[in-house]
Structures are given as structure tokens and as C-alpha cells.
């Protein structure tokens, strides 16, 4: 099975940055695909970054709401998947999750959460 143990979470002022990771265990072939989601209170999971590495290069997505502020990175390991947060704004706020998918995930697929087998307990980012 695929462990995932996010940190990095915390407290943050509108404008601060943060840098989350998730340390990735378990076979290599369930863990095709890394992403971050995040949930608010009352709302929704919803997806906010993912990454693959293919054998064309490295796929990065994101939501509307991170483009432009957030960077998500994979090792070649694929045991670390970074995200490095800027401009933090108080509807960022909520409980990070980074998930796995064994399969190659693109644009059209890559922010459902159905198609991620794999999930960490999640860490807390407020922006206040």
C-alpha cells in the first residue's frame, strides 16, 4: 500500500507563503500520479495542484485559484511531492491532502478525486 504523510501546514497572514510536502512509500506503480487537495469547512474536496512524470516530461495542473501562486513539485524518486505557496489568500484556508493515483492522470481527469486509490490524514493551512 502507499503512505502518505503530509507537513508543513500552519498559520499565515493574507500574502504569506507556506511549503508543504508529502513524503511518498509503497510501490512505484501505484503512485503514477501525486496531487494536493484541499478542503474548507462545509465545502467540498477540491483539487488544487498534480503532477506526473511521463516518459514525454513532467505534467503539472492546477486550479484556476493556484495558478500563477502555487508550484507543485515531484522528485524523480516520485517519495516527495512539494508545494510551494505564495500570495496566500484567507479562502486558501483549509486541510491540505496529497493523494496518489496509480494511473496516469491528464487535464480532463486529473481533479477528480475518484481517481486517487491512495490519501494522506492531511495538515492544516489557516490564512488569517
Known amino acids: 500500500d502507499v503512505q502518505l504523510v503530509e507537513s508543513g501546514g500552519g498559520s499565515v497572514q493574507p500574502g504569506g507563503s507556506l511549503r508543504l510536502s508529502c513524503e511518498v512509500s509503497?510501490?512505484?506503480?501505484?503512485?503514477?500520479?501525486m496531487a494536493w487537495f484541499r478542503q474548507a469547512p462545509g465545502k467540498e474536496r477540491e483539487a488544487v495542484a498534480g503532477?506526473?512524470?511521463?516518459?514525454?516530461?513532467?505534467?503539472?495542473y492546477y486550479s484556476d485559484s493556484a495558478k500563477g501562486r502555487f508550484t507543485i513539485s515531484l522528485d524523480s524518486t516520485r517519495t516527495t511531492v512539494t508545494m510551494e505557496m505564495n500570495s496566500l489568500k484567507v479562502e486558501d484556508s483549509g486541510i491540505y491532502y496529497c493523494?496518489?493515483?496509480?494511473?496516469?492522470?491528464?487535464?480532463?481527469?486529473?481533479?477528480?478525486?475518484?481517481?486517487?486509490?491512495?490519501w494522506g490524514q492531511g495538515t492544516q493551512v489557516t490564512v488569517s
Open positions: 493523494a496518489a493515483a496509480s494511473a496516469a492522470l491528464y487535464i480532463g481527469t486529473w481533479f477528480g478525486p475518484e481517481h486517487y486509490a491512495s
Open positions: 503532477i506526473g512524470i511521463y516518459t514525454g516530461g513532467v505534467n503539472a
Open positions: 509503497g510501490p512505484i506503480r501505484s503512485r503514477v500520479f
